[in-house]
């Protein structure tokens, strides 16, 4: 029998890891018409935990022509996405479609993530990538001359002999009559090694990290988001905002102990996702008592096995009521398999370095909070190919390259790191100390025009502080403000022309400015409202709560000002870092010096 495709001896680059971040990268090169090969450890589609996506990632899939893929796929449509931190507060709503009609995300979490990493996957093979699965790079060499540099990787192949039509009905229909006696006749899969020399190595690795774990040795684990998450399926539940414009948005929620918080996803096979989040420290502490009984009436939820780890699931889910409520009495958890996973939350010193580079979760992943995790995949591995294809075409050194690789996933890193730090402030109601988290330099780069904001310019330039990464997360926290997009566009008319104030891709705006706005706008509306006010106390009482409502859409729109850079393709064009933008046209893809202004 012929035996399967083994990889070649040499490739120009080499994508280790099928991920979406590996998967996306060999699109990119391939597209630009590098030679790639990408080996996968598994054999797709597999397990994996995924999360709901963000507007951002449909640009990334644009520029390589695989947006209508996932259009067309079937996914559960993400108009925006509900979060309630506050139990005696209604939730706040964010409205991406607002933004746009096509300007939806998808909801792609654990059991349909297995279908997103196939497409992208075979969008790669599409687009000329040669890939081979069941290939688990075990070992990377690395030169004699410099021993930074590495330059070939040792390979396991598990590969199954191929059967011609003919002969597996035959061994198929010989099986079935004589069952086990035949398994000695069945094919087997047998494992073979190799090595492969590169000229470009990109570690996909997933959490593995090959290079960060095994070789360099530069992981960091952050103490601040120290969390657990535990996850299950559940079927016949409710949706968010059902028959109505927000259904397929996802629901977030702080648990009302203030230990972490609760997600709902539905999924467009049937079933929702529906998970937990909260620290290390207090799932350990839970694990040590008792198992307590199902607060849940439903016969799929009796846990028969007295796991303690499903009876922390479903006691602490009920402390997310509105989580609850969407499971309903009729929700059934599916075949009672609940999962859990830990030490998530981690970056890196260096993200690359002579003729390699690391993308996604190989490298860095913050927290499932805010679904961070696709953006930086995809930013991460758009930046390795950037980089890569600027070294070869002479747009600037490799060693500049791979640093701008580094300065470009730390600073988008650093800020969804801060965002999502701000929100677990807000959740446990208390200071997190973040000092030792969070990297200055990246800091620097990915607040630079909040920290005049926070500091006043008087502070510009001392170190930074543990009192101003509080400001900071105080700051960033009111993007998750209880708004909804009704009040948006209502507020949005009433200020007639300075309705700038409510774009979001406008620079930030100083506090002292937006109390100005404020000011005026009441004063507006009281003008045009004395002739319909019945007394002086319903005026205060109406100038009291617009003046609330106001405070909380400018300040909402002001903090995602922090991250707007992010869900723009186009400002890799347009930010520089050390001294370079991003060039994002097919086949010139690569780096472009910025000549500073004098």
């Known amino acids: 029998m012929p035996t399967a495709k083994r990889p070649p001896q040499h490739t120009q680059v080499l994508v280790v890891g099928g991920g979406p971040a590996g998967s996306y990268a060999a699109s990119v090169l391939a597209r630009e018409g590098l030679d790639v090969t990408l080996l996968e450890a598994d054999k797709f589609p597999r397990y994996h935990i995924g999360e709901s996506l963000i507007p951002s990632v449909r640009p990334y899939f644009r520029f390589i ?12 449509s993400k108009p925006g996405s509900a979060i309630k931190f506050n139990q005696f ?16 995300a998808w909801n792609v979490t654990s059991q349909i993530r297995s279908e997103f990493d196939l497409l992208l996957l075979n969008h790669a093979r599409k687009l000329g990538a040669s890939v081979f699965e069941r290939t688990r790079v075990t070992d990377i060499s690395f030169s004699p001359v410099d021993p930074n540099k590495p330059i070939s990787v040792t390979y396991a192949q598990t590969t199954s002999p191929v059967v011609s039509p003919s002969s597996s009905t035959l061994i198929a229909s010989t099986a079935s009559l004589f069952g086990r006696l035949m398994s000695p006749l069945m094919p087997k899969a047998t494992t073979m090694t190799g090595t492969m020399t590169f000229t470009y ?15 360099l040795k530069n992981r960091h684990y952050n103490a601040s988001l120290k969390n657990v998450a535990v996850w299950a399926y559940w079927e016949d539940t409710d949706f968010y905002g059902k028959n109505s414009s927000r259904q397929g948005a996802p629901w977030f929620e702080a648990l009302t102990n203030e230990a972490g918080w609760a997600w709902f996803i539905p999924l467009h096979n049937g079933t929702t996702s529906v998970g937990i989040v909260v620290h290390q420290s207090f799932y350990n502490s839970k694990l040590e008592g ?45 075949d009672g398999n609940v999962k859990t996973a830990s030490d998530f939350s981690y970056s890196a010193s260096s993200y690359a370095g002579n003729n390699y580079r690391i993308v996604g979760d190989a490298g860095a992943f913050i927290d499932p909070f805010f679904s961070s995790g696709i953006h930086l995949a995809l930013t991460s591995a758009l930046s390795a190919s950037a980089t890569i294809c600027a070294s070869i075409r002479g747009h600037c050194s490799e060693s500049t390259a791979a640093e701008w690789h580094t300065t470009r996933v730390s600073t988008s890193y650093t800020r969804f790191q801060v965002v999502v730090l701000s929100a677990y402030k807000q959740i446990r109601a208390q200071n997190l100390d973040i000092l030792s988290d969070i990297d200055e330099d990246n800091y620097d780069r990915a607040f630079a025009y909040l920290r005049p904001v926070i500091q006043g310019a008087s502070d510009m330039g001392k170190r930074l502080s543990e009192t101003e990464l509080q400001k900071s997360l105080e700051f960033c926290v009111k993007l998750f403000n209880p708004t909804t997009p009704e009040q948006h566009e209502r507020l949005s008319q009433s200020f007639g022309t300075c309705n700038a104030l409510f774009d979001v891709a406008a620079p930030i705006v100083k506090p002292a400015v937006l109390e100005d ?17 019945d007394s002086d106390s319903d005026k205060s009482s109406s100038d009291t709560a617009r003046r609330a409502e106001t405070k909380l859409v400018l300040e909402k729109i002001n903090a995602r000002r922090i991250v707007h850079a992010e869900y723009d393709l186009n400002n890799m064009e347009v930010e520089p870092l050390d001294g370079y933008v991003m060039r994002l046209k097919r086949g010139l893809l690569g780096l472009r010096q910025v000549v500073p202004h004098i």
Do not use: W
């Open 201 to 215: 190595l990109i570690d996909a690795t997933g959490r593995a990290g090959l290079l960060s774990n095994k070789y």
């Open 65 to 76: 022509d695989a947006e209508s893929i996932l259009v067309n796929h079937g996914f559960i």
């Open 290 to 334: 008792p198992v307590e009984p199902s607060p849940f009436s439903h016969p799929s939820t009796s846990n028969p096995s007295n796991s303690k780890i499903v009876s922390f699931y479903l006691s602490n889910l009920v402390l997310a009521p509105g989580v609850t409520r969407l499971i309903t009495s009729k929700g059934k958890l599916v």
């Open 89 to 104: 507060k209604r939730e706040g709503y964010t409205n991406f479609v607002a933004l746009g009609h096509d300007n939806n």
């Open 517 to 533: 706005a404020i000011r005026i706008s009441i004063q507006s509306f009281a003008s045009c409202s004395e002739m319909d006010s």
